[in-house]
């Protein structure tokens, strides 16, 4: 039942002859000068509607027959991608679906190239709907492509979300282990990557002990998804990217069975490979001059009579053992083997997408991912193409500190510290097995939307992945 991850409802055209309504995207700051150059008949009906271009305000102009002849819409100074969603929401609300069906929208603003990107990704955020198991016909208003924007680029990054969004969606009794290996292998075709999957045989015989103890329980089999793919660039020594995504397809907690609320929403815990997937959509599309590889471990966190059990002592693919104080605590497990793995390879930069701790929720919140590095350069920078592209992210310290919180009595370490501070712990955790030459970047993420935002419906949700994108994109692009 994976047929429709890859839907997208692309509601652009490049041109079009049905009935054109000029949406005109104003800022509170221009718009004292804006107004005056109207006419009479626009500047009544803004002055009624108490329309002053602040964000979020979307207001139909009509003529003299009440009929629309174009929108209003605010929109932050700078540009937020978002603002051009409200605008989308107005028109839905207002207009009935042979109005919406009859029309084109098109942008008029004198804004740059990047902003006009914005307002369509903005615009195609909101055109997204999860309808596989509730019918939804809700007419979408189309948008005409701006001359000055970049079709290919905004289509991308509008695939990759999609793609988030429907995997996260899913249901985990249609989302299993194989269903989401066989995600990866169907993008890895589309984009001509190769891709190799080790089922749960191969992860004992190779060497993947805590991917395979993290997914035993569970009759949907553990595996990992090693997918690698070339852009054809020029460049004589491509940086070789590697992204590591957290795949647990369900998370019952295991034997530390979480409680019901906090069960509700785990078919989400494989977000961390929803990511990884969609920031490797991006790159693929878009062909950055990398070398990419994305390493999956995936595994369903079940209870049954061979689960893992707190007090177990598991070995790694490093050789380190690590003492279970809690089976809920699994997604560092099976992400720290994948990233042993993927350090054996030195690339020239790892980064691990994981839905992963509470921790991270109490200090920052759902929108925003916690995310730390071992290079100072990389927080700065990271930090930076999240602001630009409207994806926060928040910088944490790998304190050293609380490094020793993790030391095990009869084992290396334990899967869990003092509770303090749970996602630096976490993080501290997975440096663990991390090279030291090896430049890294872990980003604790929701993948989710508790409640609906005109763009970001109540559902899967991107966290992070647009900034990582331009981040490697301003790195080695
Ligand atoms: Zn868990």
Known sequence: MTEHIFNFPAPFAKSSKKTVIPV????????????????????AQAYQANFIG???????????????????AGIKDPAYYLDSASVVQHIQNSYGKDFINDHVFEIISDHEEDILNKICLGWGMAAYKFDVYKKNDKAFPTLLWPAKALPKEVTAKLEAVSLLRNLVNTPAADLGTDELADVAKDLAKKHKAKVKIFDDGDLKKKNFPMIYAVGKASPRRPQLVDLKWKSNTKKSKPAKVTIVGKGVVYDTGGLNL????????????????AHALAVAHMIMALNLPIELRVLLPIAENAVAGNSYRPGDILNSRKGITVEICDTDAEGRLIVADA??????????LLVDFCTLTGAARVAVGYDIPAFFSNDDDILDD???????????????????????????????????????AGHIEAALFLQRFIDKKTDWIHLDCYAWQNSDIPGRPQGGADTGARAI?????????
């Open 382 to 420: 990271l930090r930076h193409s999240s602001v630009i592209v409207d994806d926060p992210v928040w910088p944490f310290p790998l304190w050293d500190g609380y490094d020793s919180n993790l030391n095990g009595s009869i084992s290396d370490i334990k899967n869990e510290g003092t509770g303090r």
């Open 258 to 273: 979480k409680p019901g609320q906090y069960m509700r929403d785990m078919k989400k815990d494989m977000g961390g490979a």
């Open 54 to 72: 602040q964000a979020k305000q979307a207001l139909s102009i009509v003529d003299a027959k009440a009929a629309p002849i174009k929108i209003l």
């Open 24 to 43: 005109y995207f104003i800022s509170a700051s221009d718009f004292p000068k804006w107004i005056k150059k109207q006419n009479k008949s626009l500047i």
């Open 469 to 477: 994108f331009d981040f490697i994109r301003k790195r080695y692009g």
């Open 339 to 348: 990233l042993t793995y993927a350090c054996e390879e030195k690339p020239d």
